[in-house]
């Protein structure tokens, strides 16, 4: 029997693939075994060089002055301070007095002190308890949740607290507006 041209397809294909493998596939089995190795390797890199891999501090320590120009004497002027309003301003603008603005000789902030019914207490009752106290905190609970405060900090009665005591054997936490919570 002689070869026919169907043995002669079969035995080219064989030598090619006797040959070995295309440059491309060596090329493609190359970058992925660098690209394995790098991965493995980076990390330890960066994990023995952190100064090189660690974000930059905010600031690091400098101080910005502000400029040196005079002060200015007048930050925004009123509308009702313009000197030539037109109809549409007038018109835009709110004559309903809504407050009124103390004295600058009898302020509070001007070192007097406060007239009866100014310190008025936070609407409705608090509704919060203190649950336990520990290290110079306390837990206290209300309505939203568990709170941890400490020395100063602003309770949800719009207070500050203002002292931890222990009494009779139980803690006391006292608010700056003289408000006494017992621990349960």
């Known amino acids: 029997m002689g070869l026919t041209d169907y043995d002669a397809d079969e035995t080219i ?3 090619k693939r006797e040959a070995g493998m295309p440059m491309i596939d060596k090329a493609l089995a190359a970058t992925g075994i660098l690209l394995a190795a790098l991965a493995t ?4 890199y960066a994990f023995l060089n952190q100064d090189k891999f660690t974000m930059p501090a905010l600031w690091q320590g400098s101080t910005r002055d502000l400029p040196e120009k005079p002060a200015r004497s007048v ?4 509308p009702l301070a313009m000197s030539d309003m037109d ?3 007038v018109a835009a603008i709110d004559q309903l007095t809504t407050a009124t603005v103390p004295t600058l000789g009898g302020s509070p902030a001007a070192g007097g002190a406060a007239p009866e019914g ?3 207490p936070f609407p409705g009752k608090s509704g919060f308890k203190l649950m336990h106290v520990a290290n110079g905190r306390a837990l206290i609970e209300d309505t939203a949740g568990m709170y941890i405060v400490r020395i100063g900090s602003i309770l949800p009665d719009n207070t500050r607290l203002a002292t931890l ?3 009779d054997g139980h803690w006391v936490m006292i608010t700056s507006s003289g408000e006494v919570y017992k621990a349960d």
């Not at 930050?75 to 009123?78: F, L, P, Q």
Request: hydrophobic letters at 30%; a negative charge.
């Open 118 to 120: 100014l310190e008025q």
């Open 13 to 15: 294909h064989q030598r």
């Open 165 to 167: 005591e222990e009494r």
């Open 87 to 89: 109809g549409e301003t």
């Open 75 to 78: 930050v925004s002027v009123s």
């Open 41 to 44: 390797v980076f990390p330890w």
